[in-house]
């Protein structure tokens, strides 16, 4: 049974740098072709992509958002970490991860259950 | 900022068929690739509804049904039900350079009248 959860503060402050962790199980960031994405939902819009890791530390991020994001990984506790600087309100939203399909198969098959995050001076 | 446009919403009565349409451009499903739904009922996570332009993953009801032709897609549903209200989405790839290479739909509310 493949499980994600997310982690992290809820509220953080203008210009502060938000630090998510995803903790998965059921299946390893050591296997090849794994891969572990961040997508965002701000209240009420739409899903947006946010970056992505696979198992071999190749790392994919948004254009638009790619000077503000690092992911990570760390396979022997089965975790992926996302950071964003420089928080604004706008990016308010909750924050998914989720299990990718796979090198060259680009669909989210498990998703965890998010975490919403404010931001608000 | 999305790049596939969907409608707002769409409603139906219990039992009727409402189609949901996925429109994208040359970079993305004209190009190719394959588009995936997701519905996310009402304060949860998006789920994985169809995959590979018309595939359902194990336990997803075959009322719902996905498929694609040219810069579009769409997902139906047949037999409308109280528990398929919520929102859905679609996703694809998108081989611009300048742009997400995963990239979803505006999303469409499914309202059961």
């Known amino acids: 049974q493949i499980t994600l959860k997310e982690s992290g503060p809820t509220l953080v402050k203008p210009t502060q740098t938000l630090t998510l962790t995803c903790t998965f199980s059921?299946?390893?960031?050591?296997?090849?072709?794994?891969?572990v994405g961040w997508i965002r939902q701000p209240p009420g819009k739409a899903l947006e992509w946010l970056a992505l890791i696979y198992w071999n530390d190749d790392k994919r991020y948004s254009p638009s958002l790619k000077s503000r994001l690092t992911i990570t990984k760390d396979t022997s506790k089965n975790q992926v970490v996302l950071t964003m600087t420089n928080m604004d309100p706008v990016d308010t939203a909750t924050y998914y991860c989720?299990?990718?399909?796979?090198?060259?198969?680009?669909?989210?098959?498990?998703w965890g259950q998010g975490t919403l995050v404010t931001v608000s001076s | 900022q999305s790049v596939l446009t969907q409608p707002p919403s769409v409603s139906g009565a219990p039992g009727q068929r409402v189609t949901i349409s996925c429109t994208g451009s040359s970079s993305n499903i004209g190009a190719g690739y394959d588009v995936h739904w997701y519905q996310q009922l009402p304060g949860t996570a998006p789920k994985l509804l169809i995959y590979g332009n018309s595939n359902r993953p194990s336990g997803v009801p075959d009322r719902f049904s996905g498929s694609k032709s040219g810069t579009s897609a769409s997902l139906a549903i047949t037999g409308l039900q109280a528990e398929d209200e919520a929102d859905y989405y679609c996703q694809s790839y998108d081989s611009s350079l300048s742009g997400s290479p995963y990239v979803f739909g505006t999303g469409t509310k499914v309202t059961v009248l």
């Open positions: 059921g299946f390893s960031l050591s296997t090849s072709g794994v891969g």
């Open positions: 989720a299990q990718e399909g796979g090198y060259g198969d680009p669909k989210f098959d498990y």
